[in-house]
């Protein structure tokens, strides 16, 4: 059993690539979205056991929300339904080309930000936990979600767990402690976790913003990665802690909001050896990702995709579970929303360099 715990939320998207004020006042797309949670879906879509954990008030819109979850094979009986907060929401306006995609939260007051750490039943939680995995979104919203992640994470190691967190820096969100900035009140918070963590995932600048380890002249901006430095940031992850034994960093180079390069490289600590996806023979070769249609939730479908890959056995090869992972992560691109609706077949299809995207009849 995969478990993931972390705030789920409703997410609100004007149709297709329209603005907020050109759809307002109108028709809106409401679907449901958060780091854990999404991987979780993929897990379970994957073919995979999910179980997410949260807190949610007890009204009809979490009890849609805890729906969809069920419907889509993923465990929810250790989501508590709270008397206090409320469903947090987002609201995405989709880029394209040189326009950047935009994210407005509304989540103040959610109720996993409000429920005490000793709220949820954590042995039972974990008693046939194979795998736990949290975000470094859940911390970042609330001092009492900082504090459940922390005992979530220990609950999990002292289960028998391996534990996998996502960097997930987000800057709009570290406010919770007024007397640090929010990349201070990050690595400070991080740092605690990460204590506790076996595999480390991030993207291409997460590790720079929340643990000052960068990767040369990389600008993730100008859509430039010294993808050979790479290596070096995880060794000097793992160095820094050393009971983490693989760090997974995705790498996205955004030559506009539509055209993206992706891939990812996994680092296995006790072999220091650095392995690339995807590759052309003995060179890493990005895919080519034009038109995207989504690409909101790729890091939460790549790190779903791993934890499945490194948990199935004829999958878990390091090189094997890194394409696995990144092809998953690809083929979100392609799917609206931030749930990564595709099968293992078709990630093995693409794996196998099924890409030209021929109708399958």
Request: glycine letters at 10%; charged letters at 20%; a neutral charge.
């Amino acid at each position: 059993m995969i478990v993931t715990f972390g705030e789920i939320m409703g997410r609100i998207a004007p149709p297709g690539f329209q603005r907020l004020r050109q759809a307002l006042p109108g028709t809106v797309q409401i679907t449901f979205a958060g780091a854990e949670a999404n991987a979780a879906v993929s897990v379970a879509m994957l073919g995979g056991q999910a179980r997410f954990v949260t807190a949610l008030p007890g009204n009809a819109i979490a009890d849609a929300c805890i729906d969809r979850l069920r419907g889509l094979g993923v465990d929810t009986r250790h989501v508590l339904r709270t008397k206090e907060g409320r469903l947090g929401f987002y609201f995405l306006e989709t880029g394209a080309n040189q326009r950047a995609s935009q994210v407005i939260y509304d989540r103040e007051g959610a109720s996993v930000s409000l429920t005490p750490a000793d709220s949820y039943p954590w042995p039972e939680i974990f008693k046939d936990a194979q795998w736990f995995h949290i975000s470094g979104i859940t911390p970042a919203i609330s001092r009492m979600a900082a504090e459940a992640a922390l005992t979530a994470v220990q609950a999990a190691k002292k289960a028998g767990a391996t534990v996998s967190c996502d960097l997930n820096f987000r800057q709009k969100l570290w406010r919770w402690d007024a007397s640090q900035k929010p990349q201070e009140l990050a690595e400070t918070t991080m740092r605690g976790l990460l204590r506790y963590t076996d595999v480390i995932i991030a993207n291409e600048e997460d590790c720079g913003d929340v643990l000052g380890i960068r990767a040369g002249a990389t600008d993730v901006h100008a859509g430039k990665l010294e993808i050979g430095r790479y290596a070096d940031v995880a060794r000097q992850v793992t160095r820094q802690f050393p009971n983490a034994g693989r760090v997974a960093i995705t790498l996205r180079e955004s030559l506009s909001a539509s055209h993206n390069n992706w891939g990812a490289m996994l680092y296995v600590a006790k072999e220091d050896q650095a392995h690339f996806a995807p590759k052309s023979g003995d060179e890493y070769r990005p895919y080519e990702i034009r038109n995207i249609v989504d690409r909101v939730g790729a890091g939460d479908s790549f790190a779903g995709g791993l934890i499945f890959a490194l948990t199935t056995p004829e999958l878990s090869e390091p090189q094997t579970a890194l394409r696995f992972a990144t092809a998953a992560s690809c083929l979100a691109h392609s799917v609206e929303g931030d749930f990564n609706f595709v099968s293992r077949q078709e990630v093995e299809a693409l794996m196998g360099g099924s890409a030209s995207g021929r109708v399958v009849r």
